[in-house]
């Protein structure tokens, strides 16, 4: 069976899980491939009609899909053969609880080219902490025992994948309120980028935030950065800034008080 996985991670909570999920699939003898959705795929088309799943994963934002994960979903769907229905799973992640589910993952995937037959959410840990909404990460422990779990998700997920079964899980009273979270923050989100600027006395010019960002959302130009409404709202940038020069909604973050997530490596 070949799989092949589309993934957007912001800070690479999701990044790990994918090669979680890549390695376990290996184990069994059967093909996967991972794509980047922020780089560009130029035979989109074709590593969809040679795999037998394909999947997207991505983090939960706003109790919603990340922008990015939006438009490239679209972007899949315009590709897709639709004489038939190809097979798809989604593996969300998140650092509370899953506000998403499958529900409004069908929704959003819905057309007559795409059927999902899997859905799971592995929890691993907050990654934003600032000034406006101070956040606690997952402890080293914590975040141990949430990977073991993540590990074993996904393990039942791919069993169930290759008998042929479906997997759908985190059906649930809590998806109730992500009704609410959505309608709530899907403008917040996309305003995101207002709340972005540079501490240029802190700032480097080191360029990380400029060359990392994942829809090229930030430019830099006579000495001045600009935050474009492109922005998917995953604060890479805030949280990998070296200098931590990036600063939300004005205020500068000490560090010493609201912690960078850089990974679940960088807590374990």
């Not at 983090?59 to 899949?76: D, E, H």
């Not at 509370?96 to 007559?112: L, V």
């Not at 079964?165 to 992500?178: A, C, E, M, S, T």
């Not at 070296?242 to 374990?268: F, N, T, V, W």
Request: a positive charge.
């Amino acid at each position: 069976m070949k799989f092949s996985i589309f993934y957007f991670s912001g800070t690479e909570n999701t990044k790990w899980v994918v090669n979680e999920f890549n390695n376990s699939v290996n184990k069994r003898k059967h093909e996967c491939k991972n794509y980047s959705i922020e780089t560009e795929i130029t035979n989109l088309q074709e590593i969809i009609n040679e795999a037998d799943i394909i999947g997207f994963t991505f983090p939960i934002y706003g109790a919603n899909m990340p922008n990015i994960v939006t438009n490239f979903i679209n972007k899949a769907i315009n590709v897709l053969n639709t004489n038939y229905k190809k097979q798809c799973l989604i593996i969300t992640t998140s650092g509370y609880i899953d506000a998403y589910g499958p529900f409004a993952a069908r929704k959003k995937i819905k057309c007559n080219g795409l059927k999902l037959i899997g859905y799971i959410n592995i929890k691993m840990s907050n990654n934003i902490s600032t000034p406006k909404l101070r956040a606690e990460f997952s402890t080293s422990e914590e975040m141990k025992k949430r990977m073991n779990q993540g590990k074993k998700e996904l393990e039942k997920l791919i069993d169930k994948i290759i008998q042929g079964k479906k997997h759908i899980r985190n059906v649930g009273f809590y998806l109730l309120p992500g009704i609410v979270v959505r309608k709530a923050l899907v403008k917040a989100l996309k305003k995101n980028y207002l709340a972005l600027s540079v501490d240029k006395e802190k700032c480097s010019r080191c360029m990380l935030c400029v060359n990392n960002c994942p829809t090229k959302s930030i430019i830099f130009s006579s000495e001045e950065f600009s935050f474009l409404h492109s922005c998917t709202a995953c604060m890479r940038c805030y949280n990998f800034c070296p200098k931590y020069a990036i600063c939300h909604e004005g205020k500068y973050a000490d560090p010493s008080i609201y912690r960078r997530y850089r990974g679940p490596q960088s807590i374990l």
